[in-house]
């Protein structure tokens, strides 16, 4: 366990945190006017290797030499100049601060972090995180890594799970979510939706699946799994025969077979370690999945409805009639795909930078 302290007066800033992997969905952008949830679980931290907020550069400022050196190998539109390695917390797990009112932000419902850190220690005024709880954002407290310093303290130690603890006791990630949306026409709005969740951790595995795929087109398990990404792979890469073939392998799962090219595997959500084979296809190229979204894959199971007493609340989405499914096609998260591919060094390749070019100028219509 560790708590994090001011940099300037060494006072605590945060309750006792454990740290975890990184979320999927950590810069996801959802939606428009949409309430997103915390992103932490309460008690963890994670640490972000990518810098967030302002000063920015754009592209054409930034040396092509500085940007790979920094694991940016195509253009973007800019980069942050902050410091990288931010621990991720969640709002309420912050501590003896408070908010900087001068520092907004480009916010539209709340705060986004876009100036830099908007929060400050009440005992010195150094300004210690930034606070982001925007519309369309996932909600956190990004500890700014040159204003704090990570302590360790007692406490009960957070055990380690083993694959096999995991594939039989962790948490699915259910594909459909209730949304919820501020400025209505009649106030706080609901819509049955896709997780963003799943927008975001197929966003992520998109990316390598086509450096997965050699230019060649690809063929992924049917079922949810086809519906997350076959579209995709179809629409990106070359008509034709399967060349190479996808499948979902992990723990408690058959060994894949040794022609198999392209493993769809989980990350260990609290190592941020991916799930490796040293059978026969341990050879095959690695996609990671956030472990809920991996779990519900390999074992979907129906929406079941929990009996429940009392009314329901007037602004609860109801289940009588049953939720419908989403009337729109899945959609990988664009700006999730986008951060993914550019730090993959193969997207130097000229059929790849096609690709990153055509989403990045929105030809793709209705693929993301």
């Known amino acids: 366990m560790f708590v994090f302290v001011c940099a300037g007066c060494s006072a605590e800033l945060t309750a006792p945190l454990s740290q975890v992997a990184l979320p999927a969905h950590a810069r996801q952008r959802y939606g428009n006017g949409v309430q997103l949830p915390v992103l932490m679980e309460s008690g963890t931290f994670a640490v972000d290797p990518d810098p967030w907020g302002g000063p920015w550069r754009l592209w054409e400022e930034v040396d092509p030499d500085e940007a790979e050196a920094r694991g940016i190998y195509a253009p973007v539109y800019a980069l942050s100049d902050s410091a990288p390695g931010a621990s991720v917390i969640a709002p309420g797990d912050i501590r003896g601060t408070r908010l900087v009112p001068e520092r907004p932000g480009g916010a539209c419902c709340g705060l986004d972090g876009a100036d830099g850190p908007n929060m400050a220690c009440e005992g010195c005024?150094?300004?210690?995180?930034?606070?982001?709880?925007?519309?369309?954002?996932?909600?956190?407290?990004?500890?700014?890594?040159?204003?704090?310093?990570?302590?360790?303290?007692?406490?009960?130690?957070?055990?380690?799970?083993?694959?096999?603890?995991?594939?039989?006791?962790?948490?699915?990630?259910?594909?459909?979510?209730?949304?919820?949306?501020?400025?209505?026409?009649?106030?706080?709005?609901?819509y049955w939706s896709w997780s963003p969740r799943w927008?975001?951790?197929?966003?992520?595995?998109?990316?390598?699946?086509?450096?997965?795929?050699?230019?060649?087109?690809?063929?992924?398990?049917?079922?949810?799994?086809?519906?997350?990404?076959?579209?995709?792979?179809?629409?990106?890469?070359?008509?034709?025969?399967?060349?190479?073939?996808?499948?979902?392998?992990?723990?408690?799962?058959?060994?894949?077979?040794?022609?198999?090219?392209?493993?769809?595997?989980?990350?260990?959500?609290?190592?941020?370690?991916?799930?490796?084979?040293?059978?026969?296809?341990?050879?095959?190229?690695?996609?990671?999945?956030?472990?809920?979204?991996?779990?519900?894959?390999?074992?979907?199971?129906?929406?079941?409805?929990?009996?429940?007493s009392g009314r329901i609340p007037q602004d609860v989405l109801r289940d009588d009639p049953l939720p419908l499914l989403p009337h729109y096609l899945f959609p990988p998260d664009r700006g999730t795909f986008r951060h993914t591919l550019v730090r993959l060094p193969a997207v130097r390749s000229p059929w790849l930078r096609t690709i990153l070019e055509d989403v990045t100028q929105g030809t793709l219509v209705g693929l993301f």
């Open 125 to 190: 005024g150094l300004p210690v995180a930034a606070r982001i709880d925007d519309c369309s954002l996932w909600q956190a407290v990004r500890l700014s890594p040159d204003a704090v310093h990570r302590v360790p303290v007692g406490g009960t130690r957070v055990a380690l799970l083993s694959w096999a603890e995991l594939a039989a006791k962790g948490e699915k990630t259910p594909p459909f979510e209730p949304i919820a949306t501020w400025g209505g026409r009649f106030g706080t709005d609901h």
């Open 199 to 308: 927008e975001a951790a197929a966003g992520q595995a998109l990316a390598h699946l086509l450096v997965a795929s050699q230019g060649q087109s690809v063929q992924v398990p049917d079922g949810l799994t086809a519906d997350v990404f076959q579209r995709a792979l179809d629409a990106l890469l070359p008509p034709g025969p399967p060349n190479r073939r996808a499948v979902l392998a992990g723990p408690g799962q058959p060994s894949p077979d040794a022609d198999t090219d392209i493993l769809l595997v989980p990350v260990h959500p609290q190592t941020g370690q991916t799930w490796t084979t040293a059978g026969p296809a341990a050879s095959a190229y690695l996609v990671p999945l956030p472990l809920g979204v991996w779990l519900w894959l390999v074992s979907p199971q129906p929406y079941l409805p929990v009996p429940a």
